[in-house]
């Protein structure tokens, strides 16, 4: 197995040498004993700078790859960044190619052909063009890996050899040992329960009705049958302490890690108890964490009308509370996010991300922001509970929550940082 990723995803490059010009360190006078006091007790170092000093610094900044080289700086400034994480917006992985289309057309898509590009929303200027730069991502070498999910800044892929853990900022790999075992037939899922960095990240691989768990930097896998019928997981969420999961056949559940796995599974029950608010008649489903409440971000297409376009809308319910003993989850309609801006990729294997106040860097609270694969600007938001039925939307977003074969274009925060709504 390879050694691990190093907890800061960010080149360790100096902060300062990306964002100021201005030494930290107060320039000499010529009065002696003012020069010998100030060399008495100034900072040694980064991590002894006034917090006061550091929180006014980091208040100013709104630039993704300021605040990533912000982070990367030094451990005390990384917690006190992973503090604000709700307040960064994600950056968008995306392929360059001359034929910016939908991944539609994506077909010639191939690893050792395509290069990788971030793109920050942050809008400079209040300018339209997209801030971006090309990413260290490489995948010539898991061309003929299956991708599998993007979970907690990580990209996993998988081959008949076994899986891929990669670093979508640094590009570092994590190798699991091979898993060994006769109940092991075919991935039905996988996704990663922390950050790769935390001491209790764990990759999760289903197969059947069986699921296998390896530590992070562990030699072996650990078997588990939970005992859940029809069950196969297809997003988790950390939220206030817990593990919870979207399942198969409109389930919900809460994924107990320790001491033993335990998965206790809910039945969803919405409020307007309607067939078209089941979520699984729509596939298109995100489960987030925002603040403090957890969501479900729904991308739904209208009753078909007579017309050539079908209307098309991001609708949004809150868990409102947990029946244990007749074992449903009950949800309520959400009509706004306030102060929140949510995040989602083409791909519905990738975690939907929320971003709070996305107004200090030029972004819209209450709408939805998808990948749209435009040369200028390859993102494109919609308010949530609006109805579009205008062709060009529309195509814009039919290709936004299915599955692909292939990485495509998917927002992504550093995998050190922890999620709004974790603890």
């Known amino acids: 197995m390879e050694a691990q990723p190093p907890e800061i995803d960010a080149p360790a490059t100096a902060f300062w040498s990306l964002s100021s010009s201005s030494s930290p360190t107060a320039k000499r006078t010529r009065y002696a004993s003012a020069s010998s006091v100030f060399a008495a007790s100034r900072p040694r170092g980064w991590a002894e700078l006034p917090e006061d000093f550091v929180q006014s610094l980091v208040a100013r900044l709104s630039s993704f790859r300021d605040l990533l080289a912000f982070g990367a700086t030094c451990r005390p400034w990384r917690d006190l960044l992973s503090a604000r994480t709700p307040s960064l917006q994600p950056l968008l992985l995306h392929p360059t190619t001359d034929s910016q289309r939908s991944p539609w057309f994506h077909q010639w898509i191939v690893f050792q052909e395509c290069t990788w590009k971030l793109s920050d929303p942050w809008r400079l200027d209040n300018s339209v063009a997209a801030s971006s730069w090309h990413s260290l991502l490489s995948l010539s070498d898991l061309r003929r890996m299956f991708f599998l999910r993007c979970s907690y800044g990580h990209l996993i892929f998988c081959d008949e050899d076994g899986f891929c853990i990669v670093n979508a900022f640094s590009g570092a790999k994590v190798v699991p040992p091979r898993l060994k075992s006769g109940n092991f037939t ?5 996704t990663l329960t922390a950050p790769v960095a935390s001491a209790d990240s764990h990759l999760l691989v289903g197969s059947g009705v069986y699921l296998f768990q390896w530590r992070i930097g562990s030699d072996s896998w650990s078997e588990h049958c939970p005992k859940v019928l ?3 997981i297809e997003q988790m969420v950390a939220f206030k302490g817990k593990t919870y999961a979207l399942g198969s056949f409109g389930s919900f559940c809460i994924v107990h890690l320790s001491p033993s796995l335990i998965i206790q599974k809910f039945k969803l029950v919405f409020e307007e108890d309607r067939t078209e608010d089941l979520y699984w008649t729509n596939q298109k489903t995100w489960l987030v964490a925002c603040g403090d409440a957890l969501l479900l971000i729904k991308l739904e297409a209208g009753r078909k009308i007579c017309s050539e376009v079908e209307p098309i809308q ?3 319910f809150k868990l409102d509370s947990l029946d244990a003993v007749n074992k449903k989850a009950r949800w309520v309609k959400l009509d706004r ?3 929140w801006a949510i995040f989602v990729s083409a791909d519905i294997r990738c975690e939907a991300l929320p971003c709070m106040n996305p107004e200090r860097w ?6 939805i922001y998808f990948p749209c694969y435009q040369s200028q600007q390859p993102w494109a938001a919609v308010k949530l509970w609006k109805r579009y ?7 814009q977003l039919v290709n936004t929550g299915i ?3 292939r990485l495509e274009s998917t927002w992504i925060l550093p995998g050190t940082f922890p ?3 974790q603890r």
């Open 337 to 339: 996010l306030d102060n």
């Open 314 to 316: 991001f609708k949004a």
């Open 403 to 405: 599955q692909f074969h």
């Open 186 to 190: 075919r991935v039905s899922y996988v």
């Open 230 to 232: 029809l069950l196969k």
């Open 419 to 421: 999620r709004s709504g």
């Open 362 to 367: 030029g972004g819209k609270s209450n709408h």
């Open 389 to 395: 039925n205008d062709l060009a939307r529309c195509l």
